[in-house]
Structures are given as structure tokens and as C-alpha cells.
């Protein structure tokens, strides 16, 4: 474990040596931004805005009590939405989309020997295949900015339009006692999902060994590891930002 992290931190100082010329880089840097972000819009939109109904039905449900006033159901559903389900939970899938492409790309170019061929060419592979998905990442947020409106926009229509609540009373709860820090937070939170989500599966494609079958292995491995390191770090950022 302490040999593959202490890896996985060269391949991140590697990454900066020798970068490959701007011309080029821009290119690969667009490709994929248009594989990463605005490929992921389509699955991104459907989960959070079906997260957002599911959300606000479970908490009209479980605050039935006449006492408790309704808008408190638009209030929990913005906090639900902009504190975990955006940022963390569509990370986790992303961690599927995003990262089994990032690795299963870069691992069949390790074995089709593409990485070793730009290796003799003098080209420094890291930079030209790892450091363009990094920057790409850098667009993550506004992936989760689409989803945090999508989200509070799918609980404002299943809370409305299933009669939980008034119009008036879902939008007065995502106004009340709204703290702008935890938009803050959450950008904060996505920005170091978004370098996990490109790092650590293009180490696990980079590095791997054998041919077609140990490319799957390599994507589950991804998969499972950026979930953990996403979930941990999580973890840590709340105790560290909200505490």
C-alpha cells in the first residue's frame, strides 16, 4: 500500500516534466473536456434531477407532523442537494463513468505499446496523456453547479406538483437561513473530487501490466479506489471546512 502511494505521488511530480508543446496540448486539453464534462451532462442532469424528487418526497413523507412547517421540506432538500448528493454522490458515479474511460483509455495504450512509442519519441507520456484530464478536471465544478440546479429543480417539481407543498412554500425553504459558505464548501469539496476522479485512474491505467483482461481488472480497481479515496477525503474536508 505505502509502495503504490508513494507511486502514485512520483506519477504526479512526473506529470510536470518536460510538458509537451502548447499547440498540441491545447487540443488534447479540449478532447477532453468534451469526453469528461460535456459527455457526463447527459447522465449528470437525469441522476440529480430524480436524486433532487426522490429527496423531497422522502422528506415530505418523514415531516407529516402539522406542527413541523412544510417549507422546512424545500430547506432540507436544498441542504441534502448542495452539502452531499451533488458533490459527493454524483462524484461516486462519476468515479464509474469517468474513471473507467481515463483507465481502460490509457491502459490499452499501454498495451498496445502506444505509451511505450511516445516514450521513445521523447515525448514525456504522463504529461501528454495524464496532464490534459487534470486540467479538464479544473471543469468539474460546473458539472456539479448544473447538478446542484437540477437537483433543487426535480424536488421543486415533485414536491409541488405531487401537493406536499405550495410553490411558495418550497422556494421560502431554499431561502431561509441560506449560508453562501456552503456553496464554498461544496466548490471546495468538487475541486478535490475532480483531481482524485482524473489522478487516480490514470495511475491504474498508466501502470498496469498484461493485456485485454487486466484492462478490466485495472477499471474495477479505479473504480473501487476512487470511490474510497472520494468518501475519505469527504470525510476529511467536512471536519476541516464545517467544523
Request: with cysteine.
Amino acid at each position: 500500500m505505502l509502495k503504490t502511494i508513494g507511486k502514485y505521488f512520483i506519477m504526479l511530480v512526473d506529470m510536470f516534466k518536460s510538458p509537451t508543446k502548447w499547440r498540441i496540448m491545447k487540443n488534447l486539453i479540449f478532447k477532453e473536456i468534451d469526453e469528461l464534462i460535456i459527455g457526463s451532462l447527459g447522465i449528470v442532469c437525469f441522476l440529480s434531477f430524480f436524486i433532487g424528487a426522490v429527496v423531497t418526497i422522502q422528506t415530505a413523507l418523514n415531516l407529516n407532523n402539522p406542527i413541523i412547517p412544510k417549507y422546512l421540506i424545500g430547506f432540507t432538500a436544498r441542504q441534502s442537494i448542495i452539502l452531499e448528493f451533488s458533490p459527493t454522490f454524483i462524484s461516486i458515479i462519476m468515479a464509474g463513468r469517468m474513471g473507467s474511460y481515463i483507465t481502460s483509455s490509457i491502459g490499452t495504450m499501454r498495451v498496445t505499446e502506444q505509451i511505450d512509442a511516445l516514450e521513445v519519441m521523447g515525448i514525456n507520456s504522463l504529461n501528454y496523456l495524464v496532464f490534459p484530464k487534470l486540467i479538464a478536471a479544473i471543469t468539474y465544478p460546473f458539472l456539479i453547479t448544473i447538478s446542484m440546479f437540477i437537483g433543487i429543480f426535480g424536488g421543486y417539481i415533485a414536491g409541488v406538483y405531487s401537493g406536499y407543498l405550495s410553490s411558495e412554500e418550497f422556494i421560502f425553504g431554499l431561502q431561509d437561513s441560506f449560508i453562501p459558505y456552503h456553496i464554498t464548501y461544496a466548490f471546495i469539496k468538487t475541486a478535490v473530487f475532480g483531481f482524485l476522479l482524473a489522478t487516480i485512474p490514470s495511475f491504474y491505467g498508466y501502470y498496469m501490466q498484461g493485456g485485454a483482461l487486466e484492462v478490466g481488472k485495472a477499471s474495477t480497481q479505479s473504480f473501487v479506489w476512487t470511490s474510497v479515496a472520494i468518501i475519505l477525503v469527504n470525510y476529511i474536508l467536512t471536519q476541516i471546512l464545517l467544523s
